[in-house]
């Protein structure tokens, strides 16, 4: 490898939504699966709770000047912050409250999740109920108020977490069908217009650029065809991907990016109770990663250092106790896999 990865002693992590509605559990499991090394812990990010607590509506929360409501079509631009803009900023900071709680003198890597200007673009709509993404004025101003209202957030984040290593991740799983044109209009019979792929990484750039000028970021897509070289050119440090949905046409873009310094993020893990089976060989579900890494002709040595184990998706959907089980399995995993790379 011809750099060394920012993610060094991060064998494993999350990928940011969890089960149920309790902050503080919530940070207690994030933190403490990730205890003594064993990983990177996160702000949580509860769903269940509802509007606001989505992830569409936690990003809204953080624009700076741009605020939104919920229809029943989804969320809508709005001219001022009402109710569920500040419900929104109100679990934000239950949640922030919870994690300065349980991470108290921690020092190391610790991730933050926001969805990124091309998904947000997608699922917000424009007051005549069609997404931001027709507008490319709105969608110019939708990056700028939502790196705005990052860089306000993680400078919160550092001020209570003062020991820790702000980590970015952008949730982008949009990114694709916005770049090839998939992306349904309100009355779901036509698509609108692929953006150049030059305005989706400028914008992403502008975005990620939120963390400073020595800060750490990566991207996460758990859609299939992740366009990972051009994440890379936008400045993701790491790209965290669906393992399953990778196909022998993106391989060649994976081994540029490890060899690039690239950290991979690999979710290996499943994220709900019912696809669960065989999770209790750490080994088993790391074996493709080292099959991987042996087609693409990489030293099996890089393995422990240029991928972290995740689940496959966010764990809203699983249980509490699955949650619990798919993040100690997560960094048992990561240690199988540095123990016997090959």
């Known amino acids: 490898m011809s ?8 064998p494993a992590t999350g990928i940011g939504s ?4 309790d902050a503080r559990e919530a940070a ?14 996160y702000l949580a990010e509860l769903p269940a709770r509802g509007p606001g607590a989505d992830m569409i509506g936690r990003s809204v929360g953080l624009l700076v000047e741009m605020y939104g409501h919920v229809e029943p079509s989804g969320w809508r631009i709005s001219d001022r912050p009402g109710r569920d803009t500040r419900r929104a900023r109100s679990w934000l900071g239950e949640d922030l409250d919870a994690l300065e709680e349980f991470t108290q003198g921690y020092e190391g890597l610790l991730k933050v999740q926001a969805v990124g200007p091309w998904t947000l673009a997608a699922a917000l709509e424009l007051r005549g109920g069609e997404a931001m993404l027709a507008d490319a004025g709105a969608c110019r101003d939708l990056a700028g108020s939502l790196a705005e209202g990052l860089r306000a957030h993680l400078a919160e984040v550092r001020r209570r977490m003062p020991g820790a290593t702000v980590v970015l991740q952008l949730d982008e799983p949009s990114v694709t069908a916005v770049l090839l044109g998939r992306v349904r209009s309100a009355s779901g019979y036509r698509t609108y217009r692929a953006v150049d792929r030059q305005v989706v990484e400028s914008a992403l750039r ?14 996460h897509s758990c859609a299939p065809e992740v ?8 400045g993701a440090d790491g790209v965290s ?31 709900t109770d019912a696809a669960s089976e065989g999770l209790s060989d750490p080994g088993g579900s790391v074996m493709g ?30 249980s509490p106790a699955y949650a619990r089980t798919a993040l100690a399995h997560s960094a048992r995993a ?3 896999l540095a123990d016997n790379p090959e």
């Open 289 to 318: 990663v080292r099959t991987l890494w042996r087609r693409l002709g990489l030293n099996p040595g890089t393995l422990a250092e240029s991928v972290t184990i995740t689940p496959s998706c966010g764990l809203a959907g699983a």
């Open 334 to 336: 990561a240690r199988s």
């Open 28 to 41: 207690k499991t994030v933190t403490g699966s990730f205890a003594d090394g064993q990983g990177m812990p």
């Open 241 to 271: 991907l669906d393992f399953s949905l990778l196909t022998e046409r993106e391989e060649e873009a994976i081994g540029e990016a490890v060899e690039g310094g690239t950290q991979l993020f690999l979710g290996v893990v499943p994220s």
């Open 18 to 21: 969890m089960p149920g509605g």
């Open 206 to 219: 502008d975005v990620l650029a939120a963390v400073g000028e020595d800060g750490t970021t990566l991207v």
């Open 227 to 234: 366009p990972v070289a051009l994440l890379r050119r936008a």
């Open 3 to 10: 750099e060394k990865s920012k993610f060094s002693g991060c």
